[in-house]
């Protein structure tokens, strides 16, 4: 079974503070996303990565930025927190190929005061 | 413009059957997705269609018309465990991002 974890389940900060999320997955897969999710939209992805080192903006990539330094692993920073900030954040990872689903970890639930 | 349509919210009756509609206009199609997610909980996957026609496994179908941009997820036999939202998302063409429908909440009653 694919198995996708994130480093918290719930986090509280304070505006400005800097904020690190991070992601770990243990299926080889080459593409790793970082989405959040808000009450009444769809998820936006915010980052994606297709390998080792590299990164592209999703559609809302303003206030965060990303780090994929190992295969397994793909972080995503807050460099300073705001309240519209305040979301649910789900990473997820899949196989190069086209047809393979998405596997999502089980989300950390951001409160930014 | 990219856009997906679903239904916000559905109520249906337990042991009954429901139809969740999903529409799309995208600039390209790479097949589209359906995903379930209980409350506070992450999306899991549920089936996948890149051709036209109906996708059967067990209690849920899915089915696609690429030339109407339509998809609908079919639940059979409804349990109380159904009691979630259902994400449609569809592949646009060749890279790996998904465009996301917001989700249809899907009540189930007794």
């Known amino acids: 079974d694919v198995k996708v974890t994130q480093s918290s389940r719930y986090l509280v900060k304070r505006t400005g503070e800097k904020v690190f999320l991070e992601c770990v997955q243990d299926?080889?897969?080459?593409?790793m996303f970082w989405y959040r999710q808000d009450p009444g939209l769809g998820l936006r992805l915010i980052y994606f990565?297709?390998?080792?080192?590299?990164?592209e903006k999703g559609d809302i990539p303003e206030g965060y930025s990303v780090s994929r330094e190992k295969k397994e692993r793909f972080s995503l920073i807050l460099e300073s927190a705001s309240t519209n900030q305040t979301s649910m954040y789900l990473c997820a990872s899949s196989p190069r190929l086209a047809g393979e689903t998405q596997y999502f970890g089980p989300g950390t639930r951001l409160l930014v005061l | 413009g990219q856009n997906i349509d679903q239904p916000t919210e559905m109520t249906a009756t337990e042991g009954a059957i429901v139809q969740i509609n999903c529409t799309y206009q995208?600039?390209?199609?790479?097949?589209l997705f359906w995903y379930q997610q209980h409350a506070g909980e992450a999306p899991t996957f549920l089936s996948y269609?890149?051709l036209d026609g109906l996708e059967e496994k067990g209690r849920f179908s899915s089915f696609l018309s690429r030339s109407k941009g339509y998809s609908y997820l079919l639940l059979k036999e409804l349990q109380m465990k159904d009691s979630a939202s259902y994400l449609c998302?569809?592949?646009?063409?060749?890279?790996?991002?998904?465009?996301w429908g917001a989700g249809t909440k899907l009540i189930i009653k007794p």
């Open positions: 269609n890149v």
């Open positions: 998302a569809v592949r646009d063409g060749s890279n790996y991002q998904l465009i």
């Open positions: 299926m080889d897969h080459e593409n």
């Open positions: 990565s297709y390998d080792v080192k590299m990164k």
């Open positions: 995208t600039s390209g199609f790479n097949g």
